[in-house]
């Protein structure tokens, strides 16, 4: 059982910026890919954004292109996501998952295992 550890999340001004963490507990669990989901209050889950083992593969929600961005370290077996330029509507409970099989896909049944997730809140 691979353990997902969400950090990064907290209170943040419309405009302002964060950097969310995920870290994978066993380092020798190699995911095809990773990605990050969100769900904001009264809202059903939803994709923000995705990323291969190599990195070479990225995929994007329309709503947060261009102002997030993802990236890992496979050395730290670690997914961050760069959110800059927040709105309110950013709002959420912020989830890391990992898929043994799909690099970076949007569809979160391809995912194997979930984080527990972190809070992001946007005053605006």
């Known amino acids: 059982q691979v353990q997902l550890v969400e950090s990064g999340g907290g209170l943040v001004q419309a405009g302002g910026s964060l950097r969310l963490s995920c870290a994978a507990s066993d380092r020798t669990f190699r995911p095809y890919g990773m990605g990050w989901f969100r769900q904001g209050p009264g809202k059903e889950r939803e994709f923000v954004a995705a990323?291969?083992?190599?990195?070479?593969?990225?995929n994007y929600a329309d709503s947060v292109k261009g102002r997030f961005t993802i990236s890992r370290d496979n050395a730290k077996n670690t997914v961050y996501l760069q959110m800059n330029r927040l709105k309110p509507e950013d709002t959420a409970v912020y989830y890391c998952a990992v898929s043994s099989h799909w690099a970076a896909t949007h569809v979160p049944q391809r995912y194997d295992y979930w984080g527990q997730g972190t809070q992001v809140t946007v005053s605006s």
């Open positions: 990323i291969s083992w190599s990195g070479s593969i990225t």
